[in-house]
C-alpha cells in the first residue's frame, strides 16, 4: 500500500490534513510539505439539552462528579489510564461510552484497581448531549499518533466541559489547548493525567475560567 499512497500524494495538486500537528508529524507527508494546508475538522453548535435529562443521569450516577470519556474501545484511546483516575479522585464516577475489542480487558483492569464499582462502560448512544452536559470533565487519554485530531474533544467543548488529553504528536493538542480549555500531560504519564483531572473536578473556579 505504500508505494500506491506515495504516488497518490505526489500526483496531487494539494493535500489537506486536519491538524499543523499532523502536518508536521507524519513521515508520509515531510516530503510533501509545500502542498499541504491544514482545515480543522469543526462540530455543530450543541442544541439545547433539558435540565431534567441532565438531572436523571446525574442521579443515575449519585450525583457524584462525572468524568466521561467517548470513544472505540481500542488500544489506543487509552482508557487503561482511566483506573488509575479513579484512584486519584475517589469522589468521582467514570463513564466509558463505546465498544470495542477492550471491553472485557478495561472492565478487568478497573476490577483489579478496585474501582470497579465506579466505573461504567455504556454501550454507543444516539445523542451525546446530555452526557456532555451532566459532566464535570471530559477525559480524553488516547496515547498514539493513531489518533489523529480527536473530533469528540471538539464536541465536549462546545459543550462547555473542559478536556484533559495528552501531548500526541497529532492534532490531538491543538484542539482541546493546555492552559487555555484544559490541560495536556506527557504521553503515557497516567500520574500526570489523573492529578489533571482531579484538579478539575475539585476546582470549579478553575472549570469556570476554562470558559
Not at 18 to 26: D, I, N, P, V
Not at 107 to 128: E, H, K, N, S, T
Request: proline fraction near 9%; include cysteine; glycine fraction near 8%.
Amino acid at each position: 500500500f505504500a508505494p500506491f499512497l506515495r504516488w497518490s500524494i505526489s500526483l496531487a495538486v494539494l493535500v489537506i490534513v486536519a491538524s499543523e500537528g499532523l502536518r508536521k508529524h507524519s513521515p508520509v507527508l515531510q516530503p510533501y510539505q509545500r502542498k499541504i494546508a491544514v482545515v480543522p475538522f469543526a462540530v455543530s453548535e450543541q442544541g439545547p439539552v433539558s435540565q431534567s435529562e441532565i438531572m436523571a443521569i446525574q442521579k443515575q450516577f449519585g450525583n457524584r462528579p462525572i468524568i466521561l470519556a467517548v470513544g472505540r474501545l481500542v488500544y489506543y484511546k487509552g482508557f487503561h489510564a482511566l483506573p488509575e483516575v479513579l484512584r486519584a479522585v475517589p469522589e468521582a464516577v467514570c463513564l466509558v461510552i463505546g465498544s470495542g475489542p477492550l471491553k472485557e480487558s478495561l472492565l478487568a483492569a478497573a476490577q483489579r484497581a478496585g474501582v470497579a464499582d465506579r466505573y461504567y462502560q455504556i454501550p454507543p448512544v444516539a445523542d451525546l448531549r446530555p452526557y456532555f452536559a451532566a459532566a464535570t470533565v471530559f477525559a480524553f487519554p488516547s496515547n498514539a499518533p493513531s489518533e489523529a485530531f480527536g473530533i469528540v474533544q471538539a464536541e465536549a467543548l462546545a459543550a462547555g466541559v473542559p478536556v484533559v488529553n495528552m501531548n500526541v504528536p497529532s492534532g490531538v493538542p491543538e484542539v482541546s489547548v493546555d492552559g487555555l480549555t484544559g490541560f495536556t500531560v506527557p504521553v503515557g504519564d497516567g500520574a500526570a493525567f489523573a492529578a489533571a483531572v482531579a484538579r478539575i473536578v475539585r476546582d470549579p473556579a478553575l472549570r469556570a475560567r476554562f470558559y
